[in-house]
């Protein structure tokens, strides 16, 4: 299900290179080029979405998160990205939620570390769907705003969305999303709208494993506790 919701008008004009593709970006946002962001969260998303509507480009939000847990963080997430959606005028499509096909999946692969292999069948299972839905709705483009997060390999994320865009007969663009001060600029976005913020990657995996590593940092820095 897509949620439409009035469009906010940005007029910039500048020229754009996505893989093979040119695209020119006319301030007659009648002509803006779709493109099709996979996203994680809003904290993930807002400079990304900002950097593209500024770039006389239409994105259409695609929030497919299976790894989220549990149900109700993925919902909190979710609903965080639909209230800024909302706010920008920009398209929102709902993916479904099946954690339990995601464990499936994953299975076997319980205690790998972050950016281990794990992380390798996540990122591919999400953007294969988001292939797929570029193909669906017939917009030729797609990108992520996991390659936005520090926490991820870029390298990871990128052969992913790659090999799914490859499939699919559609096109990736791997523009990192934490240069040209974007990074930066996530972190005032963040301030700025008063995002909920989580301190995990989504599947109960990175948790326990951020949690433990909580749990030794704070035993590091307060020894006699």
């Known amino acids: 299900e897509i949620s439409y919701f009035p469009q906010s008008t940005f007029r910039h004009s500048s020229e754009i290179y996505v893989g093979q593709i040119t695209i020119k970006a006319l301030t007659d946002c009648q002509r803006m080029q779709p493109i099709l962001l996979h996203a994680c969260c809003a904290p993930c998303s807002a400079a990304v979405l900002e950097w593209l509507l500024k770039n006389a480009m239409t994105p259409t939000v695609f929030f497919y998160n299976?790894?989220?847990?549990?149900?109700?963080?993925?919902?909190?997430?979710?609903?965080?990205?639909?209230?800024?959606?909302q706010r920008?005028?920009?398209?929102?499509?709902?993916?479904?939620?099946?954690?339990?096909?995601?464990?499936?999946?994953?299975?076997?692969?319980?205690?790998?570390?972050?950016?281990?292999?794990?992380?390798?069948?996540?990122?591919?299972?999400?953007?294969?769907?988001?292939?797929?839905?570029?193909?669906?709705?017939?917009?030729?483009?797609?990108?992520?705003?996991?390659?936005?997060s520090r926490?991820?390999?870029?390298?990871?994320v990128n052969?992913?969305?790659?090999?799914?865009?490859?499939?699919?007969?559609?096109?990736?663009?791997?523009?990192?999303?934490?240069?040209?001060?974007?990074?930066e600029r996530r972190g005032i976005l963040l301030k700025t709208y008063g995002f909920y913020n989580q301190t995990w990657c989504g599947c109960e995996y990175s948790k326990r494993d951020a949690d433990m590593h909580r749990a030794l940092r704070q035993i590091r820095e307060n020894p006699a506790n």
Do not use: M
């Open 151 to 156: 926490w991820k390999s870029l390298e990871q």
């Open 66 to 85: 299976p790894n989220i847990a549990p149900l109700a963080e993925y919902e909190k997430r979710k609903a965080e990205l639909v209230r800024h959606c």
């Open 159 to 183: 052969a992913a969305g790659l090999k799914a865009a490859d499939e699919e007969g559609v096109r990736y663009w791997d523009k990192n999303w934490r240069k040209d001060g974007l990074q």
């Open 88 to 148: 920008l005028g920009v398209a929102f499509i709902d993916g479904d939620y099946d954690h339990e096909d995601w464990l499936e999946e994953t299975k076997g692969l319980e205690n790998e570390p972050e950016r281990g292999h794990r992380c390798d069948v996540c990122f591919y299972l999400r953007l294969k769907e988001a292939a797929r839905k570029c193909v669906e709705l017939s917009i030729p483009v797609f990108t992520t705003t996991l390659a936005s």
